[in-house]
């Protein structure tokens, strides 16, 4: 019975899973765009319902500027929000949401590895990296109703959905994006800041910024499933002279952002 149903699943895989990544990559999507984009809205609505949002006007200003700069490459419309979390983060979401801690706010230095950040993060929901995770997950564990469960975030469902998502370090799960996809997204991000006015070179300052951050508390490369900030940088050196001729030509075209 198996080996009759084989051809037909393998079938169906390459008739409804196939997609290619910003950067060519081969994905295995399975969800429809329009589930993961509410699976997004819900998880961002329950984040802004649970945690404090950040009055600052300055950490505001800036993140939304910078936020602005970047999205208006990549087209539609982004909800930007600052949350007062001590911890350096940031993440986006799909559904075209961004949100920033106000912790990430204070490491950066400037506005460049600030942009560098937002980059990253939209770079993840470009390249549909919660969609590909979630489909992974949901092609070995069928039957499971993950956009309901995201209305309670503790649930074993909803910890699920939130984790595939990227944002569960906030009710004690994550799944977190795998090395391919950190280092895809580190290249579709110091591509965007570039084409949006950001000097690129910056990236680099970000990652050795959080190197920094980190005190060497970050495990060896092998047992993680995130890039080592050293490989980061040597792989963003290495683009930096196609991320270089992007912001040249910004440049060219008055792109000057003044976001800090």
């Not at 429809?32 to 329950?46: K, R, S, Y």
């Not at 911890?87 to 961004?98: C, E, H, R, T, V």
């Not at 050196?237 to 792109?255: C, I, S, T, W």
Request: a positive charge.
């Amino acid at each position: 019975m198996f080996n009759k149903l084989f051809p037909i699943l393998i079938f169906i895989y390459f008739l409804t899973g196939c997609a290619t990544s910003p950067t060519g990559r081969s994905q295995f999507i399975m969800l429809p765009e329009t589930q993961v984009d509410q699976m997004g809205l819900q998880a961002f609505n329950t984040l802004k319902r649970d945690k404090k949002i950040s009055s600052n006007p300055q950490y505001n200003k800036a993140t939304r500027c910078i936020a602005h700069a970047i999205t208006s490459v990549t087209g539609g419309k982004w909800e930007v929000v600052v949350f007062e979390d001590k911890s350096p983060n940031a993440f986006a979401l799909p559904g075209n949401k961004i949100g920033v801690h106000s912790g990430m706010l204070k490491l950066v230095e400037n506005q460049e590895q600030l942009a560098a950040v937002i980059g990253h993060e939209i770079g993840h929901v470009l390249a549909k990296h919660s969609n590909e995770r979630a489909s992974q997950e949901l092609a070995m564990k069928q039957g499971m109703n993950v956009l309901q469960a995201m209305t309670m975030p503790t649930s074993p469902l909803g910890q699920l959905g939130f984790g595939l998502l990227g944002v569960g370090a906030e009710y004690g799960v994550l799944k977190p994006y795998g090395r391919t996809q950190e280092s895809e997204a580190d290249i579709i991000g110091v591509d965007l800041m570039a084409k949006a006015g950001f000097d690129p070179r910056h990236s680099i300052g970000l990652w050795q910024k959080m190197d920094q951050a980190t005190q060497g508390k970050q495990p060896v490369e092998f047992m993680s499933t995130h890039p080592s900030h050293a490989t980061r940088i040597q792989d963003l050196e290495k683009h930096m002279p196609q991320a270089m001729g992007l912001f040249q030509q910004a440049q060219n075209m008055g792109k000057q952002p003044h976001c800090i």
